[in-house]
């Protein structure tokens, strides 16, 4: 989340979500640094005329197990077919192979596997208080197959946001496509329904397409999301502590929330023996390792699985086709601090200034851990179970569930992040290929544009990532610093990581953008006199 948004809201409303609240200082300084929109695209070739990919496997993001070898055949930007060429290790070739036209190109991809682009549905573009520029997070997005995110509240401000989500739509930038969400956050209080409808009218004007709350006035919330619909957008919700005692996920998803974001107003909801979560007598939310400390500990204040309370509240959410974006990955750091700031991708990937942002400090959003000890990393570990059962058990019910990573924050880092989050669901319960339907299609149809990306399938947009691994049997593959493996030689090599990501159509060596990542990340080091990150 934007501090600046926060902090407009801190200064009026009874909302108060202190994501950023510790950010003030940093926002008075003159200096304030500014994200700068993507430099012009200098990545990628195409799209082509026509495109096939020959032999691949595919995982079409569907929940159908992988099917090959195929060829997918692409024209501009749009995939025109799917077509099977035979037997994994035939000779048969059938004799209606297509056949390349002229003008086109092809890539042999026999023994890589061709997934839809990752969908991030909680992904914010950097922020001036990590001070990291977009063309970073891109790059680290892009480098992992993702091919879509949703970033949740515009924090470098709506405008900005709008202008970089056309030139992404036009190919101008290396990114990915953008659906931006403005912060309930207005300039001034919102005291009466009609204003919160114009807020949303104008919100709307300025190029959202969805908004973003953490709670507000129930009577003003309301009135937004009712706006929302009949201006055919979207929303997504933190329910933050101080409004949830009277906005819970049952209360905004009866107005027509779209998604839960993390899973604070879904304990509430399941509360069956007290209305007010059991805060101790010293707690203070602006303090932030008190708010970190007692989230987890509040699942085991909710009502317990296949209890009365429980059904009814499964119930309901399934009957209102409610979507589920756990985000269970910005939360690892709580269970085992030592392994979040200790992950294999920060020593060439983190820029120091965000690895500043990270460090424990009482003024940064998610640097909370002021004293971190056992017992709080013990009740985390435990706060996990019934969180990710009830995630679990709505997804085998036939919910919706998608994949967010809200990288950025608490030692998680764009792009490894969301396939964090992959091998996170994994561990809910959920198979490989559920798994990477809720990264995909589940994405998409929450964003309302599955008709057109989401799936490998004839008429969708070409959205696409290709790995020489098979990530059904393994999602570390995935991260762009690959997975350790030991050879029949008995030496040890890093194996996958993303090889092209395709979008609309354009084919961008994922590795080459993860490369310049570390070039930036060097050249920084380089500019401050450092060789490696700070550790306490």
């Given at each position: 989340m934007h501090p600046r948004a926060l902090l407009r809201t801190l200064a009026w409303t009874t909302i108060v979500s202190s994501l950023l609240l510790h950010t003030a200082a940093s926002l008075a300084a003159d200096d304030e640094y500014k994200v700068p929109p993507a430099p012009a695209r200098k990545e990628g070739d195409g799209p082509y005329s026509q495109l096939i990919l020959r032999s691949a496997i595919v995982i079409n993001g569907t929940g159908a197990p992988a099917f090959g070898p195929t060829d997918i055949v692409i024209e501009g930007n749009r995939i025109v077919n799917v077509f099977p060429v035979g037997a994994p290790g035939g000779t048969k070739e059938p004799p209606n192979r297509p056949k390349l036209?002229?003008?086109g190109r092809e890539i042999d991809l026999r023994d890589h596997y061709v997934l839809p682009g990752l969908v991030d549905m909680h992904g914010h573009i950097g922020g001036s208080e990590q001070r990291v520029p977009s063309e970073y997070v891109y790059k680290l997005w892009m480098g992992h197959g993702i091919t879509t995110i949703r970033d949740p509240g515009c924090g470098n401000g709506?405008?900005?946001?709008?202008s970089e989500t056309r030139r992404s739509e036009r190919n101008e930038i290396t990114a990915p496509r953008i659906f931006p969400y403005a912060f309930l956050t207005p300039e001034k209080p919102l005291t009466t329904p009609e204003e919160g409808r114009k807020w949303v009218r104008d919100i709307k004007a300025k190029g959202a397409v969805g908004m973003k709350c953490f709670g507000y006035r129930p009577d003003v919330l309301q009135a937004i999301f009712d706006e929302l619909k009949k201006q055919g957008m979207r929303s997504a919700c933190h329910h933050a502590q101080m409004d949830v005692s009277r906005v819970n996920v049952l209360t905004t998803a009866r107005w027509g929330l779209t998604t839960m974001e993390h899973w604070y107003g879904l304990p509430e909801a399941l509360f069956d023996d007290r209305t007010v979560q059991n805060y101790p007598p010293a707690y203070n939310y602006f303090n932030e390792q008190d708010r970190f400390a007692q989230a987890g500990r509040l699942w085991r204040q909710a009502a317990k699985p296949g209890s009365e309370k429980y059904?009814?509240?499964?119930?309901?959410l399934l009957a209102l086709d409610f979507t589920i974006d756990p985000t269970f990955t910005i939360y690892l750091a709580s269970r085992d601090l030592m392994r979040a700031r200790r992950a294999d991708w920060h020593e060439q990937y983190t820029l120091p200034q965000l690895w500043d942002f990270y460090t424990?400090?009482?003024?940064?959003?998610?640097?909370?851990?002021?004293?971190?000890?056992?017992?709080?990393?013990v009740a985390w570990r435990d706060n996990y179970r019934p969180w990710m059962e009830f995630v679990n058990d709505y997804k085998n019910r036939g919910g919706r569930v998608t994949v967010g990573s809200d990288s950025g924050f608490i030692y998680q880092l764009y792009g490894f992040g969301t396939i964090q989050e992959l091998e996170l669901l994994r561990e809910a319960g959920f198979h490989p290929l559920e798994v990477l339907r809720s990264a995909t299609l589940n994405g998409a149809q929450a964003l309302g544009a599955a008709d057109r990306i989401g799936s490998v399938e004839?008429?969708?947009?070409?959205?696409?990532?290709?790995?020489?691994?098979?990530?059904?049997?393994?999602?570390?593959?995935?991260?762009?610093?690959?997975?350790?493996?030991?050879?029949?030689?008995?030496?040890?090599?890093?194996?996958?990581?993303?090889?092209?990501?395709?979008?609309?159509g354009i084919v961008y060596d994922?590795?080459?953008?993860?490369?310049?990542?570390?070039?930036?990340?060097?050249?920084e080091k380089r500019k401050r006199g450092i060789t490696q990150l700070a550790q306490p």
């Open positions: 036209k002229a003008g709506v405008e900005w946001c709008a059904e009814a509240v499964m119930k309901e424990p400090n009482r003024d940064n959003h998610g640097s909370f851990f002021f004293d971190w000890g056992t017992e709080d990393e004839p008429g969708k947009l070409a959205d696409l990532a290709v790995l020489d691994e098979n990530p059904v049997a393994n999602f570390k593959v995935m991260y762009g610093t690959g997975h350790v493996r030991l050879g029949d030689d008995g030496r040890t090599r890093r194996v996958g990581g993303v090889k092209y990501t395709i979008k609309d994922a590795r080459r953008l993860l490369s310049d990542v570390r070039d930036m990340v060097a050249e």
